[in-house]
Structure formats: structure tokens, C-alpha cells
């Protein structure tokens, strides 16, 4: 079946430091890739999305770029602000009747200022 | 124009009774899904509608159940509440064909 793996959280980074967080995937067919952030105590929002191999998602200063041949879509940012400080959930949508979205287990940014 | 928006926010109910959460899509989004969110950890699939009609269901037992209004709306009932059944339930819609979900704010179900 279809499976995302998340880099276990939390990770703890000083204001302007450089962000990844790795994501990998297991899927049939040809997915697309999506990465949602969630604040605390809000729902999910859509931060960046890819539809096909080696297209990149970019929001906010955050990139992500689909690896077919490494089934990966890890997240990146330059310089992380305190405001970054979120939840990060990456997942995928495949097309199995329905149309549904796979997730990960979530990983926690802290930013120090 | 308003995003997705999910009824009640907050909700605490007893061991064994009934719940009904509610969901208004984004004006235009015919498709609606529900997923569960239990604390620390990613939303799991629950159900798809789309034009009134059930597309796809996740692993949840049949205490689980949903239905989708003329007006895209819909509505998610869990019976014979369990304290497991304590999470986050969020409600997302779309387009027809797949470009972006959008999620609501979520319902906080508590069972106690």
C-alpha cells in the first residue's frame, strides 16, 4: 500500500539556521506530493505541492522537489524564523477510487530565537 | 470567500453515546473528506464523498459513518463512542478533479 516516512521530530533549530526535513514514499502509480504545516491548535494548511517527477514546490521560502528515482520530497529552508515553529506533515495522493491523502507521522520545528 | 468550516470546535461526550460533526465545504468544492487526527500523530483517512456519493472509506469500523447534503455539505457520525475515538476530526474539500485539498479547523471530539 501507500506509506509515507517522515524524519522523526522534534528538531530544534536557531533563528536563520538552514531547515530539511526528509520525506520518503512508497506508492504505485505516479503520485503527487504535498507538504501541510499545522500551528498549534489549528488545522492543516497547504504549505507547497508537486504533481510529477523533478517538479519543485516552492511557498514562503520553503522548496521541495520530487525524486522519483530516490522516492523522496524533503523539505527545505534557508533561513528558518521563530514563526516557522510548526508542525510538518508530508503526504501523498493517489488515486484509488477515492481520492485520498497519506500521511506521515508529523515533525516538530522549534525555533529559538 | 470562506474556507472550509467545521462544527462544533469542541466537543466532549460520554463513553457510548453518539456524535454528529458537521462540515461546509469551500463554495464551488463538490468533493468532501474527513480524516482523524489522534494527538502525535499524522490524519488517517476516514471518508471521501463526492456529488452525494460515498468514493472511499479507510479502515474505520462501521460506527463510522458520513453523508454528503445537496449543498456539498456533510456530516460525519461516530455511535457507540470509545475513548480511543478521541482526536482531532478534520474535514477537507476540493474540486472535482484533485489540484488542492483544503482543510477546516477541525473538531476536537473529547470522550471521557
Known amino acids: 500500500g501507500n506509506s509515507v516516512t517522515q524524519m522523526e521530530g522534534p528538531v530544534t533549530l536557531s533563528e536563520e539556521a538552514f531547515l530539511t526535513i526528509n520525506c520518503t514514499y512508497t506508492a504505485t502509480g505516479y503520485p503527487s506530493l504535498f507538504w501541510y504545516v499545522q500551528y498549534p491548535g489549528e488545522g492543516l494548511q497547504l504549505l507547497l505541492k508537486?504533481?510529477?517527477?523533478?517538479d519543485k514546490g516552492s511557498n514562503k521560502g520553503f522548496e521541495a522537489t520530487y525524486r522519483k528515482e530516490t522516492t523522496s520530497f524533503h523539505l527545505e529552508k534557508g533561513s528558518v524564523q521563530v514563526s516557522d515553529s510548526a508542525v510538518y506533515f508530508c503526504a501523498l495522493s493517489a488515486l484509488e477510487g477515492a481520492q485520498k491523502l497519506v500521511f506521515g507521522q508529523g515533525t516538530r520545528l522549534t525555533i529559538n530565537p | 470567500d470562506a474556507g472550509v468550516t467545521q462544527s462544533p470546535t469542541h466537543l466532549i461526550k460520554t463513553r457510548g453515546q453518539q456524535v454528529t460533526l458537521r462540515c461546509s465545504p469551500i463554495s464551488g468544492h463538490k468533493s468532501v473528506s474527513w480524516y482523524q487526527q489522534v494527538l502525535g500523530q499524522g490524519p488517517q483517512f476516514i471518508f471521501q464523498?463526492?456529488?452525494?456519493?460515498?468514493?472511499g472509506r479507510g479502515n474505520f469500523p462501521d460506527r463510522f459513518s458520513a453523508r454528503q447534503f445537496p449543498n456539498y455539505s456533510s456530516e460525519l457520525n461516530v455511535n457507540a463512542l470509545l475513548l480511543g475515538d478521541s482526536a482531532l476530526y478534520l474535514c477537507?474539500?476540493?474540486?472535482?478533479?484533485?489540484?488542492?485539498?483544503?482543510f477546516g479547523s477541525g473538531t476536537r471530539l473529547t470522550v471521557v
Open positions: 464523498y463526492y456529488e452525494k456519493e460515498e468514493r
Open positions: 477537507a474539500s476540493s474540486l472535482e478533479n484533485y489540484y488542492g485539498y483544503t
Open positions: 508537486a504533481t510529477k517527477a523533478d
